[in-house]
T-cell receptor, first 114, second 114 residues
């Protein structure tokens, strides 16, 4: 297991298009998190899963955003009808149940909406 | 809600010298965890050091140590014998004891100069 993997690394899309990102967590981690990071800022929480259940969503996650984690393994984050304000780095992280040991982050997917 | 503030947007230090990055936080919780994460340019975020609020002893990891002042709600990071590889963005983060979400500060960009 080489850590948390995210695909793609970079995505350029036209405004109004839909995009989907994938995250593969560390296999023994049952918790998975999505964060958004804009340039020069700290990451902001979007949502988190414990196994396949989505247990918490931020107000940042508008109706255009949806996340899934089927079977409690990989996760996808979809953004519909993208807007220029969606341009950011989307970070995925995973952790064991004892999450206070900290997360393991992936390298992120950088989205540019033109 | 918790807030995390890093008052130093950028800092620089000469190689082999010591530098301290500041972090303050605001919370009404008594049980929580604090973290410092490092994000090198174009690379993934990695955990540097963590501190449990109920522990009075400051955490240490090799060249990295913290000064945790619970009453003052301060959590600074000291990097000793700075190395060129320490050049990165550093983020302070907070997690409630019974929570799962990390709240990040805005980050400090550290440049280690040869």
């Amino acid at each position: 297991d080489t850590g948390v993997s995210q695909d793609p690394r970079h995505k350029i899309t036209k405004r109004g298009q839909n995009v989907t990102f994938r995250c593969d967590p560390i296999s023994e981690h049952n918790r998975l998190y999505w964060y958004r990071q804009t340039l020069g800022q700290g990451p902001e929480f979007l949502t988190y899963f414990q196994n396949e259940a989505q247990l918490e969503k931020s107000r940042l996650l508008s109706d255009r955003f949806s996340a899934e984690r089927p079977k409690g393994s990989f996760s996808t984050l979809e953004i519909q009808r993208t807007e220029q304000g969606d341009s950011a780095m989307y970070l995925c992280a995973s952790s064991q149940t004892q999450m206070y040991y900290g997360y393991t982050f992936g390298s992120g997917t950088r989205l540019t909406v033109v | 809600a918790q807030t995390v503030t890093q008052s130093q947007p950028e800092m620089s230090v000469q190689e082999a010298e010591t530098v301290t990055l500041s972090c303050t936080y605001d919370t009404s919780e008594n049980n929580y965890y604090l973290f410092w994460y490092k994000q090198p340019p174009s690379r993934q975020m990695i955990l540097v050091i963590r501190q449990e609020a109920y522990k009075q002893q400051n955490a240490t990891e090799n060249r990295f140590s913290v000064n945790f002042q619970k009453a003052a709600k301060s959590f600074s990071l000291k990097i000793s014998d700075s190395q060129l590889g320490d050049t990165a963005m550093y983020f302070c983060a907070f997690m409630k004891g019974a929570g799962n979400m990390l709240t990040f500060g805005g980050g400090t960009r550290l440049m280690v100069k040869p």
